[in-house]
């Protein structure tokens, strides 16, 4: 059989695209390659499924092309396929550049993967092949879950926003939504199979409805996640400004399992800025939603995506910037120095900022929110939190053996073992004692542990793996369209 390597580079929505690719691939019979030890690819096909949205992503897709360049020379057979974004964006440009390169396809045929490869082998030549919309809506296809406890469920493609920075529009097309219907049938799959956690998932998630015609499709559904038995924790990202009304925050407020955990790209808190970057919101709409959000949950956890550097920002815009995140306490952000990107206006515009200036200013947003996030940690101390439990070890810290797991508002909190076995999936009771800015700790043994149907699914599938034969994969779940991972997995891209 042969073997199988994603390389994934991006946003949620490439991490969903990727599990995809390797469920099609599974399903063509390749399987997992194991790690080379020495760094070397062990595998026979490497994908790559590639980001556009920073100015370092060409480089780095050509780098490790070039790493990969003398192994696929000394081994005949071996094939490397390029997807995604940066594939729908350059196309023909890869093959020039890299021209060992077996397959290039887009981000709207993510399915064509299998025979393009066969057809690469067969005519012993690159096959590009990019569609300019979308063949098949992504969670028809098969997939291979990282997690056996939780799951991406896709709700929308593409994007109907022109901010003047962002090229994913023009790469992912226009907003495409699937019914209602097809969205709760996935999810009540995955419960069946053991998922106790999703995260809704959309370029605009919040503007979902628009392409069905239904203004408040977005809070019933989330409503209707609600009325779901034996699905414990909902999520969504990421939502854009501009369509989160008064409905989205009370499904938020009132829906028992859609927890209290929010990411919301700022960009910018000038309003000039923000005006340039063609964001259909200004700084006042943006505090007026978290207030109102914190005023229907007060525990709530705001994180958001924030671009330092943008053309023509000056020291006061910044400073503007500076004024939201300590009006806004959020709990996390994901920081970005602006990057030009070809094919975006931003990249023509007057006034781009020296590298200089954009790293000064950035090292201070980075402080201020380190001080703002470490404070608001620090209320979680003395406090009792409900942890689902992550896979891996967590941290070792003194030969301590910590494990990992999610707070219901999404912060990371390490905790020292309960006295009876837990897996990834099961749900404990930790007792918070440190904080740190970047995550929570309890020293004290956890207690309290809840036995759930993710654990058990956790169970079933490392057992089913421990009893294969060596090289071959565990089955995958063949649901109708299952989706993928832990619903931390990645932050914002800075495209939202």
């Not at 809506?137 to 879950?145: G, V």
């Not at 990421?238 to 009370?250: E, L, N, W």
């Not at 525990?299 to 009006?327: C, K, M, N, W, Y």
């Given at each position: 059989?042969?073997?199988?390597?994603?390389?994934?580079y991006?946003?949620?929505?490439?991490?969903?695209?990727?599990?995809?690719?390797a469920?099609l691939?599974?399903?063509?019979?390749?399987?997992?390659?194991?790690k080379?030890?020495?760094?070397?690819?062990?595998?026979?096909?490497v994908v790559?499924?590639?980001?556009?949205?920073?100015?370092?992503?060409?480089?780095?897709?050509?780098?490790?092309?070039?790493r990969?360049a003398?192994?696929?020379?000394?081994r005949?057979?071996?094939?490397?396929?390029?997807?995604?974004?940066?594939?729908?964006?350059?196309?023909?440009?890869?093959?020039?550049?890299?021209p060992?390169?077996?397959?290039?396809?887009?981000?709207?045929?993510?399915?064509?993967l299998?025979?393009?490869?066969e057809?690469?082998?067969?005519?012993e030549?690159?096959?590009?092949?990019?569609?300019?919309?979308?063949?098949?809506?992504?969670?028809?296809?098969?997939?291979?879950?990282?997690?056996?406890?939780?799951?991406?469920?896709?709700?929308?493609?593409?994007?109907?926003?022109?901010c003047?920075?962002?090229?994913?529009?023009a790469l992912r097309g226009?907003?495409k939504?699937?019914?209602?219907?097809?969205?709760?049938?996935?999810?009540?799959?995955?419960?069946?199979?053991?998922?106790?956690?999703v995260?809704?998932?959309?370029?605009?998630?919040?503007?979902?409805?628009?392409?069905?015609?239904?203004?408040e499709?977005?809070?019933?559904?989330?409503r209707?996640?609600?009325?779901?038995?034996?699905?414990?924790?909902?999520?969504?990202?990421?939502p854009?400004?501009?369509?989160?009304?008064?409905?989205?925050?009370?499904?938020?407020?009132?829906t028992p399992?859609?927890?209290h955990?929010?990411?919301?790209?700022?960009?910018?808190?000038?309003?000039?800025?923000?005006?340039?970057?063609?964001?259909?919101?200004?700084?006042?709409?943006y505090?007026?939603?978290?207030?109102?959000?914190?005023?229907?949950?007060?525990?709530?956890?705001?994180?958001?995506d924030?671009?330092?550097?943008?053309?023509?920002?000056?020291?006061?815009?910044?400073?503007?910037?500076?004024?939201?995140?300590?009006?806004a306490?959020?709990?996390?952000?994901?920081?970005?120095q602006?990057?030009?990107?070809?094919?975006?206006?931003?990249a023509?515009?007057?006034?781009?900022v020296?590298?200089?200036?954009?790293?000064?200013?950035?090292e201070?947003?980075?402080?201020?929110?380190?001080?703002?996030?470490?404070?608001?940690?620090?209320?979680?101390?003395?406090?009792?939190?409900?942890?689902?439990?992550?896979?891996?070890?967590?941290?070792?810290?003194?030969?301590?053996?910590?494990?990992?797991?999610?707070?219901?508002?999404?912060?990371?909190?390490?905790?020292?073992?309960?006295?009876?076995?837990?897996?990834?999936?099961?749900?404990?009771?930790?007792?918070?004692?440190?904080a740190?800015?970047?995550?929570?700790?309890?020293e004290?043994?956890?207690?309290?542990?809840?036995?759930?149907?993710a654990?058990?699914?956790?169970e079933?599938?490392?057992?089913?793996?421990?009893?294969?034969?060596?090289?071959v994969?565990?089955?995958?779940?063949?649901?109708?369209?299952?989706?993928?991972?832990?619903?931390?997995a990645?932050p914002?891209?800075?495209?939202?």
């Amino acid at each position: 059989m042969k073997s199988y390597e994603i390389r994934t580079y991006g946003c949620q929505m490439n991490v969903h695209d990727s599990e995809r690719l390797a469920g099609l691939l599974e399903a063509a019979g390749y399987v997992r390659a194991p790690k080379g030890e020495d760094g070397s690819v062990a595998a026979d096909v490497v994908v790559f499924n590639t980001c556009a949205v920073r100015e370092n992503a060409d480089n780095r897709l050509y780098g490790n092309l070039g790493r990969l360049a003398p192994q696929k020379a000394a081994r005949p057979g071996m094939q490397i396929a390029v997807g995604g974004c940066l594939a729908q964006k350059d196309r023909d440009t890869i093959v020039k550049k890299a021209p060992w390169v077996d397959v290039v396809f887009g981000t709207h045929n993510i399915g064509s993967l299998p025979v393009l490869l066969e057809r690469a082998r067969i005519a012993e030549e690159a096959q590009v092949e990019i569609a300019e919309s979308l063949e098949t809506f992504p969670s028809t296809l098969p997939t291979r879950r990282e997690s056996a406890y939780a799951a991406w469920v896709s709700i929308s493609v593409g994007c109907n926003n022109t901010c003047t920075f962002c090229i994913v529009p023009a790469l992912r097309g226009k907003e495409k939504d699937r019914r209602p219907g097809d969205v709760l049938a996935e999810v009540e799959a995955l419960v069946a199979e053991g998922v106790i956690e999703v995260t809704l998932l959309g370029q605009n998630v919040n503007a979902y409805g628009s392409d069905i015609g239904d203004r408040e499709a977005f809070s019933k559904l989330l409503r209707a996640c609600g009325k779901i038995d034996g699905l414990e924790r909902v999520r969504f990202t990421s939502p854009h400004p501009r369509d989160f009304t008064d409905d989205v925050i009370a499904a938020m407020a009132e829906t028992p399992n859609a927890m209290h955990q929010l990411h919301m790209p700022l960009q910018s808190g000038s309003d000039a800025v923000l005006r340039a970057m063609r964001r259909s919101y200004r700084q006042d709409r943006y505090l007026g939603i978290i207030e109102k959000v914190r005023a229907a949950m007060p525990d709530a956890a705001i994180s958001t995506d924030i671009i330092v550097g943008f053309p023509g920002e000056t020291e006061e815009d910044f400073e503007q910037t500076l004024h939201v995140v300590r009006e806004a306490r959020f709990a996390q952000a994901y920081t970005f120095q602006y990057s030009k990107r070809p094919g975006t206006p931003a990249a023509e515009m007057e006034g781009q900022v020296p590298k200089a200036v954009v790293q000064e200013r950035y090292e201070r947003l980075v402080a201020l929110q380190e001080e703002i996030s470490w404070a608001e940690n620090k209320k979680q101390v003395g406090r009792t939190l409900e942890v689902l439990v992550a896979e891996g070890e967590g941290r070792k810290d003194d030969a301590t053996r910590r494990l990992s797991g999610r707070a219901p508002d999404n912060r990371l909190v390490h905790f020292a073992p309960p006295a009876e076995p837990v897996r990834p999936g099961d749900v404990v009771m930790a007792e918070i004692s440190y904080a740190a800015p970047h995550h929570l700790l309890a020293e004290h043994p956890a207690f309290g542990v809840r036995r759930t149907a993710a654990g058990d699914a956790w169970e079933r599938r490392t057992s089913a793996a421990a009893a294969k034969p060596a090289g071959v994969m565990l089955g995958l779940p063949t649901i109708g369209a299952p989706v993928p991972a832990p619903a931390a997995a990645a932050p914002g891209c800075g495209c939202d």
